[in-house]
């Protein structure tokens, strides 16, 4: 068969996108991640206040291929809100008003509910990322825990701290949900590596 110079030239240019299409292919493969893989939604939220929550939040997203939000309060809180060394901050002073250890009562409303709750609901795994606040989960997680329906699906709580542990953050977080498969959860160091939360990841099997 001849082909014209046109025709050659259409050809050649057609194998070279082929071959870019699968060099493209190939290397999304191998990036997915194994939860990806078997089909799992999964959602990640998290609230952040000084970034740190936020660096894990989204090295989990890198694991997972997972969908990620933040949790915001319709109220930010400033610098100056979360001073807990001072006696008039507003979280200092939410604190002293919160009536129970998992400082269930304080509620900040929360900007995003609806695109979270969206979300939740098309999920099968949820992680639920926050800093901890006096050796709890930062209560603007409160604000959108008990407005979601946890049932059928795995909920794994992750935090971030200076010093305390995970300590009965992601129980209270449970016991206040109500609903939800709720796995023990991980507390991460500020600047926690790639292989820290990768290795974390992977080691749930989900
Ligand atoms: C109001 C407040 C209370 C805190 N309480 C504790 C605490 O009880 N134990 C602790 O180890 N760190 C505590 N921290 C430090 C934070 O947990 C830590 O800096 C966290 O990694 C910040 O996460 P973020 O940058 O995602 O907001 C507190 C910080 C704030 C602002």
Redesign the pocket.
Known sequence: MQFSLSEKKFYRILSIALAFVMLFALINVNSIPAQAKDNKKIVIL??????????VAKKIKKNTNGKLIEVKAADAYTSAD???TDDN?R??KE?NSASSPAKSSVRPKIKNLSAIKKAVEKADVVYI????????A?WPVNGFITANNFTGKTVIPF??????GIGESGELLAKEAGTGNWLEGERF??GASEDDVKDWVEGLDL
């Not at 998290?46 to 660096?55: L, P």
């Not at 990322?129 to 709890?136: K, S, V």
């Open positions: 998290y609230f952040s206040a000084t970034g740190t929550t936020k660096a979360i001073d807990w901050s979280v200092t604190h990322g926050y800093p901890i606040w006096w050796g709890t930062a935090c971030t701290s200076s010093s305390s160091q500020s």
